[in-house]
């Protein structure tokens, strides 16, 4: 039986739109060139993967003379939310609450990203009240 497709990105289609979004403008030798010669990717690998892309809705592309240049279509923050939303529904319940508390409780957070969240946390608070 055939994988279901992901609808957000996964980690090899992440490594070619983090190329994209970064140029603005792609063709597929440029992500190509773009990417850390370890591991190592193919040229066809690369195009049928932008191709799974455009697919998606992520990329569109333009024809300039015999290249496909592939452009964003999806923001960076976007897929960025479109991912936390899967995470949440797929792990925490729907809840954002069960998400932070995760976070809080196993990761090692700085002082200073403490102090911003507290204050995102009093004005979200006042934005309520």
């Known amino acids: ?10 980690e090899a289609e992440l490594r ?8 603005g403008a792609a063709t597929a030798s440029d992500v ?5 010669r370890k591991p190592a990717a ?13 697919e998606k809705g992520y990329l569109r592309h333009t024809k300039e ?12 923050s976007a897929a960025s939310l479109d991912a936390v939303r899967l995470l949440l529904h797929r792990f ?18 700085d002082p200073e990203e403490l102090r911003r969240l507290k204050q995102l946390i009093e004005e979200s608070e006042a934005e309520q009240s």
Do not use: C
């Not at 070619?16 to 140029?23: F, H, I, Q």
């Not at 190509?32 to 850390?36: Q, S, T, V």
């Not at 193919?42 to 455009?54: D, N, P």
């Not at 003379?65 to 960076?76: E, I, K, L, S, T």
């Open 65 to 76: 003379g015999r290249a496909f240049v592939y452009h964003p279509v999806v923001d960076r």
């Open 42 to 54: 193919a040229y066809s690998t690369v195009v049928t993967t932008l191709r799974i892309l455009e």
């Open 92 to 109: 925490f319940k729907n809840s954002p609450e069960l998400l932070v508390l995760n976070v809080l409780k196993h990761e090692r957070i």
């Open 16 to 23: 070619l739109m983090n190329v994209v979004w970064e140029k």
């Open 1 to 10: 039986m055939a994988r279901q497709k992901s609808p957000t990105l996964t």
């Open 32 to 36: 190509l060139d773009a990417l850390p």
